[in-house]
C-alpha cells in the first residue's frame, strides 16, 4: 500500500483512480502493478487520471488565444526546475524575459494566472509585499509533483516541444550519450537543465550543448566548474548550488566568452574580484546573487569587482549576509538603473561615491538591518524615481539634502523605528512625490509634510516574523 501511495507522488487525485484500478484486485495484482507501474511515468500508465488533470491545462488554451498559449508554456516550463522545492520568482522572472519576451510585472501576472487555476502555487512571505510593493525577492513558486508530471507529459507528447526544453541528470560521471555526440537532438534545444549529484567531478571536456539559449545548472558538490563548451546562443546562466554552503566555482572568467549573455543567476556561490576575467562582458545586463559569499577585497587591492561587468542595468543581491560593505567602484556602473539589496543583515554602509550612479532609477535597500545611515552623496541621484528603505532597524537619518532628488515619487519607510526625525529638505519634494509606505513608528515623521499634494500614503500594519533570522 505505501508503495503506491508513494507511486501516487501522494497526490489525493491518483491515489482515488489508481486505487478503483486496483479495487477487489487479488494481492498478487497488486503486488505485479507495482512492479509494472515501476518502469514508467504515473500519467503515461493511466490514462484516466491524464484525463482528469489535462482540462486544468486545456482551459488556458480553449480560446486559442496568444495569451493562453504563452500560460501554457510557463507553465511546462516549470518542468525544467528542480522539484520539491521553492523556486525564486527572480529565477522565472531571467528566463521568461528572454523565452517569453516578458517583463517583469509580466511574468509576475503568468505566475498568478497559474495560481488561479491551481497549475502552480504562488507563495509571498510577505502579506505588505504582496499588497503595496513591486518587490518579488519574497516570492517563490511550489508545485505538486503530480502537476509537474503533467507538464513533463506535454513534453513527451509534443516533438517540437522536445527541441524546445531538454532535462538532463547526470549521476556521477556518467554522462547521457546525448550530450556528448556531436550530433544530437540539443541542437534546437532553447531551455537546458542540468542536474548533478555530490560525486560528480565537473568534467565537462566532452559535452557538447549547442544552441540553448537559458541554461540551468544544479549541482551538490562544494567545488564546481561551468561546461567549457557553452553555447554562443546563451542569453541566461542560472547557476544553483543546492548545498548548505557557498561552493567555489573554478571558471567563472569563462562568461566572458559568451558574447550574447544577458542576465547571470549565482545561488550560493562563493565569489570575489578574481572571479572575474579582466576581459570585459559588454552584454551583460543583470546579474543576481541569491545568499553568495562575496569577498572584499583588500585595502590595497587594485582589482575592481565590477569592471568586467561596464554595463550592467540591475544588480540584485539577496541574503548574502556576509557583505558588510560594497564594492566602490560598483558606482562606476553609468548604465545601472536598479540596484535592489534585500536581507543583507551585515551591510553597514553604501559606498561614498554612491551618488554617481546617475542613471539609477530604484534604489532598494530592505531588510538590511544593520544599515545605520545614508550617504549625503544620494542626493545626487538626480534620475531616482523610488527609494525603499523598510526594515533598515538601524537606520538613524536620511540624507539632509534629500529633497535634491528632483524626480523620486515613491519611498517605502515601514519598520525604520530608530528614525526621530526627517529632513525638511522633503518640501522640497512636493512636486514629484506621490506616494509614501509607512507603519504606526513612522507615522508620525510625516505629520509635518502632509500638506504636500496629491501625496498618497500607504499605512502597513506591522508583521512580525523571524524569516531574515534564517536567511530564507
Known amino acids: 500500500m505505501e508503495q503506491i501511495v508513494k507511486y501516487c507522488k501522494r497526490f489525493p487525485l491518483a491515489i482515488t483512480v489508481v486505487g478503483k484500478s486496483l479495487f477487489k484486485e487479488s494481492i498478487e495484482m497488486w503486488k505485479e502493478k507495482v512492479i509494472e507501474w515501476s518502469k514508467g511515468p504515473i500519467l503515461e500508465e493511466h490514462t484516466l487520471l491524464r484525463d482528469c488533470l489535462q482540462p486544468s491545462l486545456n482551459v488556458?488554451?480553449?480560446?486559442?488565444s496568444e495569451d493562453g498559449a504563452i500560460i501554457k508554456e510557463c507553465f511546462i516550463d516549470l518542468a525544467s526546475l528542480p522539484e520539491d522545492g521553492r523556486i525564486p520568482a527572480g529565477l522565472l522572472i531571467d528566463m521568461w524575459a528572454e523565452l517569453r519576451s516578458l517583463r517583469e510585472g509580466g511574468s509576475i501576472v503568468k505566475l498568478q494566472q497559474l495560481n488561479k487555476h491551481n497549475l502552480a502555487k504562488l507563495v509571498v512571505t510577505s502579506k505588505e509585499n504582496e499588497n503595496?510593493?513591486?518587490?518579488?525577492?519574497?516570492q517563490f513558486v511550489t508545485q505538486h509533483d503530480m502537476l509537474r508530471e503533467l507538464a513533463l507529459h506535454q513534453i513527451r507528447q509534443d516533438l517540437v516541444g522536445e527541441s524546445k526544453r531538454l532535462n538532463v541528470d547526470i549521476c556521477g560521471d556518467v554522462l547521457p550519450q546525448r550530450l556528448t555526440q556531436k550530433k544530437n537532438k540539443l541542437k534546437e534545444t532553447r531551455l537546458l537543465y542540468i542536474s548533478t549529484d555530490g560525486v560528480f567531478s565537473s568534467k565537462w571536456d566532452n559535452v557538447h550543448l549547442p544552441k540553448a539559449e537559458v541554461l540551468i545548472l544544479n549541482f551538490q558538490t562544494k567545488d564546481y566548474a561551468l561546461p567549457t563548451k557553452m553555447s554562443q546562443k546563451l542569453k541566461v546562466l542560472i547557476v544553483r548550488n543546492n548545498g548548505s554552503l557557498p561552493a567555489k566555482i573554478s571558471n567563472l572568467k569563462l562568461m566572458s566568452s559568451l558574447t550574447n549573455?544577458?542576465?547571470?543567476r549565482l545561488e550560493r556561490i562563493s565569489i570575489s574580484s578574481k572571479s572575474l576575467n579582466k576581459k570585459k562582458l559588454k552584454t551583460l545586463e543583470k546579474i543576481s546573487l541569491f545568499m553568495c559569499y562575496i569577498a572584499q577585497p583588500a585595502s590595497n587591492s587594485s582589482v575592481p569587482?565590477?569592471?568586467?561587468?561596464?554595463?550592467?542595468?540591475?544588480?540584485?543581491?539577496?541574503?548574502c549576509n556576509d557583505l558588510d560593505e560594497l564594492p566602490?567602484?560598483?558606482?562606476?556602473?553609468?548604465?545601472?538603473?536598479?540596484l535592489i539589496i534585500t536581507n543583507c543583515h551585515n551591510l553597514s554602509s553604501l559606498p561614498e561615491d554612491?551618488?554617481?550612479?546617475?542613471?539609477l532609477e530604484v534604489l532598494r535597500l530592505r531588510s538590511c538591518t544593520n544599515l545605520e545611515t545614508l550617504k549625503d552623496s544620494l542626493a545626487g541621484l538626480k534620475n531616482l524615481i523610488f527609494l525603499d528603505i523598510s526594515d533598515c532597524f538601524s537606520l538613524k537619518e536620511l540624507p539632509k539634502d534629500i529633497g535634491q532628488l528632483s524626480k523620486l515619487r515613491k519611498i517605502n519607510m515601514r519598520q525604520c523605528e530608530r528614525l526621530h526625525e526627517l529632513p525638511t529638505s522633503i518640501w522640497d519634494l512636493e512636486d514629484t512625490l506621490k506616494e509614501v509606505i509607512w507603519d504606526q513608528e513612522t507615522e508620525e515623521l510625516w505629520e509635518p509634510f502632509k500638506m504636500i499634494k496629491n501625496l498618497r500614503i500607504t499605512v502597513v500594519k506591522e508583521e512580525f516574523n523571524l524569516r531574515w533570522l534564517h536567511g530564507h
Open 60 to 64: 488556458l488554451c480553449e480560446n486559442a
Open 132 to 138: 503595496v510593493d513591486s518587490c518579488y525577492s519574497e
Open 261 to 264: 549573455l544577458k542576465r547571470v
Open 305 to 319: 569587482f565590477f569592471e568586467a561587468l561596464p554595463n550592467l542595468v540591475e544588480i540584485n543581491i539577496e541574503y
Open 328 to 338: 566602490a567602484d560598483l558606482c562606476g556602473l553609468k548604465y545601472l538603473k536598479k
Open 354 to 359: 554612491i551618488g554617481k550612479l546617475s542613471n
